[in-house]
C-alpha cells in the first residue's frame, strides 16, 4: 500500500514519470494484443501449411504406386530425407490391406474425404489424407504432436523475437520522451536562471505545443511589469504631489510652535487644518488615479467647468475672477471631480513655480476648452516637444521638481478622452489647452 501511494505521488508530481509509465503501459498492452494476435495467426498458417504439405505428400504417392500395388522405394527414401514421420496404408476396394509401413495399420476410411482430417487411432491423434479410385485406396497419417511440435518451435521463435524487439523498444521510447521533453527543461533552466527584475519575455525556440504556455508566460510577464510600473508611478506622483503640501504643513505647525502671539498661533493652527485637508483630497485624488489605472472603468458625471475652474483657483490662492477666470460660454462636460481637480492644481502650481507667483496666471474657457495660461517668458522648442514625458526636466532648471506634474496632466486627460496641447502664447507666456467632449 505504502510502495503504491509514493508511486502515485510520483506520477502526479512529475510529467516525466506520467508520460513514461503511460506510453510503456500503452506499448505493453499493444504488444501483448499483437502477439497474441500474431501467434495465432502464425499457428492457423502453419497448421494449413502443413496440411497441404500432408496433401502434396499424399498426392506423389498416389501418383507413383506402381502395379504391384507397393510404395516404392524412391518415395520412402524421399520422404525419410525430409524427416517426415508418415504412416501409409493401402487397401484395395474390399477393404483387404496390400501395404502399409507400420505393423497396426491405418484402418480403412469408409468415408473418404480428400482434404486433412484428424482421426483417433492407436491411442494418439493423427492427421490423415485419403486418395482412392475404383481399385484401391491410400491412407497416409501424420501424428498431432508433430504438428504441434513444428507450430510450438515457429511460435517460440516468433516469440522471442518480439521479446527481443520489445527489450529494445522500451529503452528507445524512454529515451525518446526524455529528449522530447527537453524544450520543458530549457524553459525551466532559462526560468530558474533569470534575475527575479528579469520581466523581459522568454525568445526559446520551442516546439509548437510550448509556444501558448512560452507566450502565456510572456503575457504574465508583461502584466507583472506593468503592474509594478503603475505601482512605481504611484509611488512618484505621490512622492510629488505631497512634498508641497507637506512642506506647507511643517511651516505652519513651526510657526504655530515658535510665536509667542496667540492670534498668529491660531492662525497658523488654521491653516495647518487647511493643508491636512487639501492633503487628504490630494491623496484620494492620487489612489482614485492610481485604481484607474489598475483596470477600474472611470465613473463619469456632470460637471461645469466654470465651477470647477473657480474651485481650483481658490484653493491655489488665486481669485476667481478676471483677469484669472476668463469665461465664455462655459460647457458642461462628463468627467471625474477628482482627477479633473488634480489636473488642473497641477497645472497651476506648475504655473507658480516657473512663471512666478508675481506673473499674471489664469484659466480661460470657451465652452468645452479649458486654457491655463501665464504671462511669463514661456519655454524653448525642445521642452515643448518633450513635455509629458515622466521625469523629464529641461536642462539648468533650478527650481525643485521632479519632472511628473505635466505626465500627470496628460494621463488625466487621457483618461477623460480629451485632447493636451502645450504651446507658447503669442503674446508671451505659456499656455495649456484642453478639449473635452461636451455633454
Known amino acids: 500500500m505504502f510502495g503504491l501511494q509514493r508511486l502515485r505521488a510520483l506520477l502526479t508530481r512529475s510529467l516525466l514519470s506520467r508520460l513514461t509509465a503511460l506510453i510503456v503501459l500503452a506499448t505493453l498492452l499493444s504488444w501483448v494484443s499483437f502477439s497474441l494476435v500474431l501467434l495465432y495467426e502464425v499457428r492457423k498458417e502453419t497448421s494449413e501449411l502443413l496440411d497441404k504439405q500432408l496433401a502434396a505428400y499424399t498426392d506423389m504417392l498416389w501418383q507413383n504406386l506402381g502395379d504391384d500395388d507397393d510404395l516404392k522405394p524412391y518415395q520412402a527414401s524421399h520422404i525419410q530425407q525430409h524427416k517426415l514421420q508418415l504412416a501409409f496404408a493401402l487397401y484395395d476396394t474390399e477393404a483387404q490391406l496390400q ?9 480403412y476410411q469408409s468415408e473418404a474425404d480428400d482434404a486433412p482430417h484428424t482421426l483417433q487411432w492407436a491411442g494418439q491423434l493423427w492427421r490423415i ?8 485406396q491410400l491412407i497416409v497419417a501424420e501424428p498431432i504432436r508433430h504438428h504441434r511440435k513444428v507450430v510450438a518451435e515457429i511460435s517460440e521463435h516468433l516469440g522471442q523475437t518480439a521479446l527481443l524487439a520489445l527489450l529494445l523498444l522500451l529503452p528507445l521510447l524512454v529515451f525518446a520522451i526524455r529528449r522530447g521533453l527537453q524544450p520543458l527543461q530549457q524553459v525551466t533552466q532559462a526560468l530558474a536562471q533569470r534575475a527575479p527584475d528579469n520581466l523581459a519575455p522568454l525568445t526559446l525556440d520551442v ?15 508583461a502584466q507583472v511589469s506593468a503592474t509594478l510600473q ?12 505631497l512634498r508641497t503640501p507637506l512642506a506647507g504643513l511643517r511651516v505652519q505647525i513651526e510657526l504655530a510652535q515658535g510665536s509667542p ?3 498668529t498661533r491660531e492662525r497658523a493652527l488654521g491653516r495647518a487644518l487647511e493643508g491636512v485637508d487639501r492633503t487628504t ?19 463619469f458625471s456632470p460637471l461645469n467647468l466654470a465651477d470647477l475652474a473657480a474651485q481650483v483657483l481658490q484653493e491655489a490662492g488665486i481669485p476667481a475672477q478676471p483677469p484669472h477666470l476668463l469665461l465664455d460660454q462655459p460647457a458642461q462636460i462628463a468627467g471625474h471631480a477628482l482627477l479633473l481637480n488634480l489636473l488642473l492644481r497641477n497645472l497651476l502650481d506648475n504655473a507658480q513655480r516657473y512663471a512666478g507667483e508675481q506673473v499674471l496666471i489664469g484659466i480661460e474657457i470657451h465652452g468645452s476648452e479649458l486654457l491655463v495660461f501665464d504671462h511669463g517668458c514661456g519655454v524653448s522648442e525642445e521642452t515643448l516637444t518633450r513635455l509629458g514625458e515622466r521625469f523629464y526636466r529641461p536642462a539648468g532648471q533650478r527650481m525643485p521638481g521632479a519632472g511628473l506634474g505635466a505626465s500627470i496632466v496628460l494621463r488625466i486627460a487621457q483618461l477623460h478622452g480629451a485632447t493636451l496641447q502645450f504651446a507658447n502664447r503669442p503674446a508671451g507666456g505659456f499656455q495649456v489647452r484642453i478639449t473635452f467632449k461636451p455633454l
Do not use: Y
Not at 501395404?99 to 484402418?107: T, V
Not at 489424407?129 to 484401391?136: A, L, T
Not at 516546439?207 to 510577464?221: A, C, K, Q, S, T
Open 230 to 241: 503603475r505601482e512605481r508611478r504611484f509611488t512618484a506622483d505621490a512622492a510629488h504631489e
Open 99 to 107: 501395404s502399409s509401413n507400420l505393423a497396426q495399420a491405418i484402418p
Open 207 to 221: 516546439p509548437g505545443e510550448i509556444v501558448p504556455m512560452r507566450d502565456r508566460l510572456n503575457l504574465l510577464f
Open 281 to 299: 483630497r490630494l491623496v484620494a485624488q492620487l489612489l482614485e488615479m492610481s485604481r484607474l489605472e489598475h483596470g477600474d472603468s472611470p465613473v
Open 129 to 136: 489424407c485419403v486418395r482412392q479410385d475404383d481399385e484401391r
Open 261 to 263: 502671539r496667540h492670534d
